[in-house]
Each structure stands twice: as C-alpha cells, then as structure tokens.
C-alpha cells in the first residue's frame, strides 16, 4: 500500500507493508536518526514527532501515519543548531549518542507544550527514554537550559 | 515489521468497520500493543481511529470519554484531571511514558483487558463502558470484565466515568520498580461518606497478577462505620487475605499479598486525608 506523508515539511508518498512500522518505513527512507534500540516501544530511541506529539516509532503502524506530518531531528537545526541541540552539546549531555535523537524530540513535544517546565517534569518525561551510558543528569540540564533559551530568558 | 499482515483498512463508520471484526480483522486503535504480537495467520487489520469516537465531553455528573482519546489527551483534559481529587491525572502520569501515552488510546486498553493501571481506577469509580457489537451497548465495567465481554468481537466506542461528588474520596497507588514499568501490584479505591459513616467502597486491586477486581470483603469490612485508624487497619487486613495473588515473573504471590495490604492502607489513608 502507498502511503503520503510528511517528513520535516517534505511531503512524500512511500510503498509500505500493510504490517511494518513508521519507524522502518523512516529508517529506509535514510531517516537513520530514528534508531532501532529495541523494536518494543521499551527505549524510546526511535522516537519522531507525530502531528506534534513524540511518539515510539517502532509502535506505530505506517499505515496510519497517512496524510500526518513527521519530525525527525534531520529537521530540527535551521542554521543554527536548535537550543536543545546547542544546550546539549554545551552541558556534555552527548555521550555514545544512540539516545540523542529521541530524547531532543520527546524533549520538543514537553517544552512546545509546556515552555517552563520543573526538573520534575522533565525526569517524568524521559520515564521512556533509556541511556545506557547512564547519562541522565546532563541531558536534564540540558532541556532545561534550552527550555530557558527558548523563552529568551537568556 | 509484523508479517502476515495481508491488509489495513481504515474505515470511516462503525457498521463497515465491525463488519471486518466480525469476519476476522484484529482491530487497531493506536496500535502500541496490536503491533508488539506477530499473528499465526494473515491477518487483516481495522484502524478504529478514522472513526467518529475521539474526545471527552462532561454529560450531567459523568465524564464521557471516546475509545480513540490518547493517555495524554486524557491528562491534559482539566476536569478529567480534576475527576477525585485528581486520581486519574496521578494515576496516568505513571503509566508508561509520554512517548506511549502519545498514542495509547481508552478504548485500546480497555479492550485489551491485561496490563493495568487505568482499569482499577476506572472501576473503582464504577465506570461505564460503552460498544458496538452490531448495535450499541452499555454496561458496567465490572460486568463487562466479569462476562469476559473484552474476549468477544466488539468495538469499545467509549467509557464513562461518574464523577464523585463531595463526601467522596478516591486514590490510587502503583507498587512497580520504575514508573515505567508494570505495576508489581496496584490498588485503587473510591469510599464515600454520609456523615462521618461510610456509605459505599470501592476497594480494587489489580496486576495480581490477574486484571483488577474489587475485593468484597474489603468493602464490606467498611460500609457503616468510620473511615477511621482502625477501619482502615482492619480493611488492609481483610485485604492480605482478600487479594488473588499468583506467583509470576514480577513477583511471588505471598508478595503480593503482603503488598496488597500496604498498598489497600496507603489509598484509604490517602482517601481519608481527602475527605478531612
């Protein structure tokens, strides 16, 4: 079955399998910043935005993702690095990097939604973005410099 | 990619859409657990989500909610949330993660019937559940479950949640190693108070491992008198006997057993303290 969607503002139409999931339609399509960690909605390293909301690709069939705009982070930078990339590289938040990805989208979607948001929220929001570096402290400080950033605080 | 999927249809009304259940289709609504099992046999799949069944709405006292609402548009809806004391809203924000509650639909995990955290909550504020099953039904969701109504062809189309009005507490507590993961055991409860006597409870335990039930005995043990120290202690005492523990992979049933009693105190306290 042929599929429309749209990839960081790029619109494309794309055979699929009617069983095959958004992130191995993605990840053919050359969007290898959606990493395949677990393949169970357990890691949260495939995660892209969906019509703005982060989500697990690996748990969404392609097929509904017909006629939906998609984010991946090969769309976030516009000439500069995005505050959350830049907040990133500046706190040490990038250790092997595998996590990266999804966790600067399932960051997105908290700080488009909520621009202030407490440290708690951010931990609750990575409940689904695994590091196995064990690098949790950094990229908290991260999202919160960037979400600081984002409302021009500094 | 899940093979021997043959086909995804994707239908705009309710009689075409149960249609393909009746004849065999797995129907989908966000998908996150249809997508994690490979099928026997080709199979076709009915994405419920092109259907009218989307968004809340507060009819009279109940909350109303449509089977293909997110976890998170749940969340995010103010008197959903506010629903008990804010039961719902705590209990949601410990199930999953927001990439899965993004997704993850009423209606899905209804339907699915395992696996729960939402459920106690839902039946301990004796919800509804609304389906279609040729033609649309409604039943308590205790009855449902208890007639394993959720093994039968059928499209959830929604549940409605009565809100509980003043004299009422409810709370919930999730027993689990991370937030993240399954509940090791959960409890729920909603008591309600005419005075300073309690005039109905709701006493629900799931992950026993089996789906969440209310516990009879429990509630019993409460209904006409205070919701004092001792009714409380005396409740999560009935409750280590009452709760139909298992051993399985998470835990041993004598565990849970004892878990069972903490957890049915932490929510009867945590209610008390509401209704103070």
Redesign the interface.
């Given at each position: 079955?042929r599929v429309a969607i749209s990839v960081n503002g790029r619109r494309t139409e794309v055979d699929i399998?009617?069983?095959?999931?958004l992130m191995?339609v993605l990840r053919r399509s050359e969007y290898t910043s959606v990493k395949n960690g677990c393949d169970?909605?357990d890691c949260?390293s495939c995660?892209v935005l969906?019509d703005g909301?982060?989500?697990?690709a690996?748990?969404?069939?392609a097929?509904?993702a017909?006629g939906r705009e998609i984010r991946t982070i090969e769309g976030l930078a516009t000439d500069d690095l995005h505050p959350l990339q830049s907040a990133s590289l500046d706190a040490g938040a990038v250790q092997c990097g595998f996590c990266t990805p999804g966790m600067l989208l399932?960051a997105l979607?908290?700080l488009e939604?909520t621009p202030d948001p407490t440290e708690d929220e951010v931990r609750?929001?990575?409940?689904?973005?695994y590091c196995r570096c064990t690098g949790y402290v950094k990229p908290i400080e991260a999202i919160l410099e960037a979400a600081a950033r984002m409302r021009g605080a500094r | 990619m899940l093979d021997n999927i043959v086909a995804f249809e994707r239908p705009t009304n309710i009689t075409e859409a149960f249609a393909a259940i009746a004849n065999g289709a797995v129907p989908v609504s966000g998908g996150t657990d249809v997508i994690l099992h490979r099928r026997r046999s080709p199979t076709t799949l009915v994405d419920l989500t092109g259907l009218p069944l989307a968004g809340i709405s507060r009819v009279e006292n109940n909350i109303v909610v449509g089977a293909t609402t997110t976890m998170t548009e749940m969340l995010h809806h103010a008197e959903t949330a506010a629903v008990a004391n804010g039961v719902i809203a705590q209990m949601l924000r410990e199930v999953g993660s927001p990439l899965l509650r993004n997704v993850a639909t009423i209606g899905g995990h209804v339907a699915r019937g395992r696996l729960s955290d939402v459920i106690p909550v839902l039946l301990a504020l004796d919800s509804t559940i609304q389906f279609h099953d040729g033609s649309d039904k409604s039943e308590s969701l205790a009855g449902f479950y208890a007639r394993e109504g959720h093994r039968e062809p059928l499209i959830v189309t929604g549940v409605t949640i009565p809100v509980p009005q003043a004299g009422s507490a409810a709370a919930f507590r999730k027993f689990s190693r991370t937030r993240f993961d399954l509940a090791i055991l959960n409890a729920a409860c909603r008591v309600d108070l005419d005075g300073e006597t309690v005039s109905a409870a709701r006493i629900v335990v799931g992950e026993t491992p089996a789906l969440g039930a209310s516990l009879a005995a429990c509630e019993a043990s409460l209904v006409g008198g205070p919701l004092d120290e001792s009714a409380i202690e005396r409740c999560a005492t009935v409750a280590a006997s009452a709760v139909p523990a298992r051993d399985d992979d998470r835990a041993s049933a004598e565990y849970r057993r004892t878990l069972g009693a903490v957890l049915v105190r932490r929510c009867l306290r945590d209610a008390a303290g509401r209704l103070r």
């Open positions: 079955m399998e009617p069983g095959e999931s191995d169970r909605g949260g995660a969906l909301r982060a989500v697990n690996c748990l969404v069939f097929a509904k017909d399932t979607d908290l939604h609750e929001t990575l409940a689904g973005n | -």
